[in-house]
Structures are given as C-alpha cells and as structure tokens.
C-alpha cells in the first residue's frame, strides 16, 4: 500500500505497540476468499469488534456460494472440516458435500416401465434404506400385484386371447423385480437459496470500502459518507445507510464484458477499484467525488460513495484477485534464501518490522503458555528461554510469513493486463463478427462464440447501425491514447468510471444515481443480476463436475 495510516481509523488512536497494537486486516473479508491484508488501519480491538459487528453477518450472505466454490478460508491450514449447503429439488430438502448433492431424507422414484427404481440418498444411507424400506416395497407389491394379475392372465389364455406361451412369458415378465439403482448426487437438479440481508451487505461493503480507501492513505475525516466520527470523542462507526449504487452496464464495453465475463480468464474474481470523479475545474475549486467500486464473486458489483465534496489529490488504484483454489506449494529454504534474503522480502513486500511484530507476538503467546516452578532460578531459567524461544520464534515465524505471502501472490494477478486483453479481445471479436461468414469455420472458439446467443444478440445491438459503430469506436478511443513518440498506449482509468452514449461522454456515478429508480420499475436491473446469478451459479456447477471427476 502506499500510505502508512499510522492510526486506527475507527477509534482514531494512533498505533503505540502497547494499549493500541496494530490489526492484521483483511480488506476483502477473508471468509469469501479474501487475500489482501494491512496492518495499519485498525487497532485489534477495533478490528476485533467489527469482525463481530459486521464481518460475521455480511460472509453469512456469501457462506454457501464460498462453500461450493471450495474457498479456502485460511490458506495456511489444511486440516479444514467439509462444510455442507442446504438447497432445494422442488419441495424436497437437499444438502451439497463433497461436490455431491444429495437428499436430506432418502426416497425412491420407480421409472414409468417399472423396470427400475431409483434411491436418491448418500452413501451412508443407500443401503440401510434399499433393505429396510425398498426391498421390502418391492416385495409386498410383486405379491399382491401377482394374485391380481395371475387370475387376469389365467382367464385370457382360457378364453384364448393369449397362448400358453405368451401367458408364461408375461407371467415371467411381470414377476421380474426392478432393478436397484443407487443415485448419491442430485446437483443439476437443485436450487441454492441466496439470501439478501441488505442492511447487513451494505455495512460489509461500506467496511471494505474504507479499509481500501484507508490502505491508500484516506483519512478518515474524508469518508462522511461513511464514516461517522464523533466530535466529542473522536471515535467513529460505520453508518448504518449508505449510499451504494448497484452497477448496470451503461457503456457499450462493459455490455460486450459481463455478457460473456464466464468465458474470460481469472472468472470468478474479487475487485476493487478506488477512484475520483472530477467536477467541472472551472466551478469546482478541485471539488471531487470519492468513490470505490467493489465487484465479489464477478457477480455483485457496488459502487459505494465515500465523499462527494473530495479535495484530495485525484485517485484510480486497483486490486483484483482469483479466488477457485489452487495448489498450495512449499516454499523450499535453502542457503541460496539467507544469501538473497533481501530479495525475497522485497519482492513479496515483508518489512522487517512486519517480522519482528510477528516473532514478539508469538514469542508472548508461547512465554504465556509456560509455567515456572516457585523454587527454580527464574532469572537464570527466563535468560534460557529467551534465548530458546527467539531461535524458534525467527526460524519459524518468518519461514510461515513467506510461505504465506508466496500463496497470496499466487491468487493475485495483473488487472490492468486482463482490462487490456479484453478489451483488445472484444475489437477482435467485433472484426469478427462484421465477417461472420468468412471466419465461422476457422477454429472451435470462434464457432461457439458465433453461437453464443447473448453475445450474438448483445452484438447486433450495437452493431445495429452507424450511430451505434461510431460509439462504439469511440468508447474503445478512451481506453488508447498515444506518448510523446506517438506510440499506443493503454489507459485503464476509464474502466468502470466513463463511457460515451449518443456522442457525449458520461459518468457512472451521475448516471446510475439518476437512472437508478428507472431501472428498477422496467425490471432491467433484476434481470441483469439474474444473469450474473446464473452465470455464477453455472460455473459452480460446471467447477463440481471438475472435482468429482478427480475423484
């Protein structure tokens, strides 16, 4: 981060080491997958506090889709119990585990023929509910459904209508008994509720919204609008309404980006973007807007408003994450680490007073845990363990801190790269698509994106005449512009702040403020945000099948 804080945005202590020790802070909640951490913006009692206050009812929101996308809550551990999900198959109760989807009760359907019937239970239930309940069902209904139709059969072969043949091949058939069959993985067929608790989501944006604002050296006195600070005794607390705006593609690049977001590299991601908005220069006396714009899972995109009367410096800093799980590796330390010490520290960004808070930490926390005889030397025996407990304390603690930072890197990647590759990708498909003919047979990416029916759709839109080709090409002129040797070089600044529609060059912020209520009552808000459910939702679903294939 760039700025040290140097104080506790909530309480508004500056940081001592003693009454008012330093938080290791997760700006995106930790329990949904987040990896970025800073310790100079709240204190441990404050941190601890909101963690309770806020944090816990805002991951509760995320809880199931973090569980079936198999987020890591902690990446240093590995020894992490299987949660389950509960869902839903009609009026039936279901539960996700392992990848597999399973009913909370067993029951049994019998196909239309009657040749099978099919137990839905997990394992461990299948087999005590085949003998006890299904076994038995079948038998009880082959006898009674026997002496009915042996006498009905036994009449149409004395009256003729059957031969002896066919009476015995029917008789054989119809005490044939179905076969078992045992389905322990429903998933395909099952709803997973998402429920909204709105006061609780937007307090958790609100809280990710000053931790990344405070990361960059904000001071708490420039975030009114979400902060509020007591006069009398300087200390603060989130407010309970804020002013977030849900994000709808206005801009033609962001429609042709979260039509097909699914398809593009790094989905699902977290996001973050802080930026401001410039008033007119001319009136505005530096006056902006603060704002952080806040995308979790690729799916639920905020704008949340920290000031709208801003006279800082103007802003645009970003952070972007994968979140799916991957392979966790050891870090290896050989003598070429203590050779090139330095190095690595630099390169993962680990101060020595970062280590050494840390070792004093754990150094506290395992002297606690020791108990001296009254009748020991306990100078002479204290002197021996300070010497014992800092070997073990350096050894181990800055190993663990690397090893920890090495796998938080893993997880993040180059955003502005991926905002420049896509849109680049998006010119290429637009090329593409003018000529569909001529490239529909080159390869099999081509092929499934021209048969792609909202992107195909969201293309003639804007495509649909010379207005619409204008705009466009200038809405990918805000993302090039050229050096002093004329070269082309990429500008991601505008990237979820500014679009041009009808030849005039908008604002989010103003838009979406404006438009909100109307995009609420024609409903186009509510489908947007169905679609990015779904497509969520289709990528956990397809990510299952990945893992129980490896199993």
């Known amino acids: 981060m760039s700025k040290s804080m140097n104080k506790c945005y909530l309480c508004g202590k500056e940081f001592d080491d ?4 330093k938080h290791d802070e997760h700006i995106i909640q930790q329990s949904i997958g987040g990896n970025l951490t800073v310790n100079d913006i709240l204190c441990s009692s404050c941190g601890s506090k909101l963690g309770n206050e806020v944090d816990v009812p805002f991951v509760k929101i995320f809880e199931d889709i973090a569980t079936r996308l198999d987020i890591k809550q902690d990446r240093k551990g590995n020894n992490q119990s299987t949660k389950s999900v509960k869902g839903k198959m009609g009026n039936i109760d279901v539960v996700w585990k392992d990848f597999k989807v399973s009913p909370v009760k067993p029951f049994h359907l019998y196909t239309i023929d009657k040749r099978f019937v099919i137990i839905y239970a997990n394992e461990q239930t299948a087999e005590s509910y085949k003998s006890k309940k299904v076994k038995k069902e079948i038998n009880e209904n082959l006898l009674n459904q026997i002496f009915i139709k042996s006498k009905k059969l036994k009449w149409l072969n004395e009256v003729k209508i059957l031969t002896l043949k066919d009476f015995q091949y029917q008789f054989s058939e119809f005490c044939r008994k179905p076969e078992v069959i045992i389905c322990d993985d429903i998933d395909g067929l099952v709803k997973f509720p998402f429920n909204m ?9 609100a809280k990710i919204a000053i931790g990344f604002a405070s990361s960059f050296g904000v001071e708490r006195e420039d975030i009114p609008l979400v902060l509020n600070i007591d006069k009398n005794t300087n200390e603060a607390k989130i407010h309970d309404k804020i002013l977030a705006i849900p994000f709808y593609p206005l801009g033609v690049i962001d429609e042709l980006i979260e039509v097909q977001k699914n398809e593009f590299e790094h989905y699902p991601f977290h996001n973050l973007i802080l930026f401001t908005i410039d008033y007119d220069p001319k009136v505005s006396k530096g006056k902006k807007v603060l704002i952080c714009y806040i995308e979790l899972f690729s799916t639920f995109e905020w704008y949340v408003i920290l ?7 103007s802003i645009y800093e970003f952070y972007a994450q994968q979140i799916l799980k991957k392979d966790d590796y050891k870090v290896e330390f050989g003598r070429r680490y203590y050779k090139e010490r ?7 960004g680990i101060t ?16 606690s845990k020791l108990k001296w005889s009254q009748k020991s030397s306990i100078p002479l025996i204290t002197q021996q363990a300070d010497i014992f407990l800092n070997l073990m304390c350096c050894f181990g603690i800055e190993h663990e801190i690397i090893q920890e930072e090495t796998i938080k890197q893993k997880y993040k990647f180059d955003f502005e790269g991926y905002i ?7 010119n290429n498909q637009v090329l593409i698509f003018k000529d569909k003919e001529k490239f529909s047979h080159i390869n099999n990416d081509i092929t ?4 792609n029916k909202d992107i195909v759709a969201t293309y003639n839109n804007v495509l649909s005449s010379f207005e619409e080709h204008q705009n466009l090409r200038k809405n990918f002129f805000l993302f090039y512009s050229l050096d002093e040797e004329e070269n082309e070089i990429f500008l991601i600044n505008s990237f979820r702040v500014f679009y041009y529609k009808e030849g005039k060059l908008k604002n989010y912020y103003s838009e979406l403020l404006d438009n909100f209520q109307l995009f609420q009552n024609d409903g186009s808000l509510k489908d947007y945000n169905h679609k990015k459910m779904y497509m969520l939702e289709k990528h956990i679903f397809q990510e299952n099948i990945k893992q129980k294939i490896k199993k």
């Open 448 to 451: 499934k994106f021209l048969n």
């Open 18 to 21: 003693k009454d008012v020790k």
């Open 307 to 313: 000031n709208e009367e801003y006279y800082g410096d």
């Open 197 to 205: 608790d709105n006061k609780a989501f937007k307090k958790g944006l």
């Open 420 to 426: 420049q590759n896509t849109v680049s990708g998006i």
């Open 352 to 367: 020595e007073e970062y280590i050494n808070k840390k070792i004093k930490n754990q150094k506290s926390k395992m002297l």
């Open 342 to 348: 330095n190095i690595w520290l630099n390169s993962l």
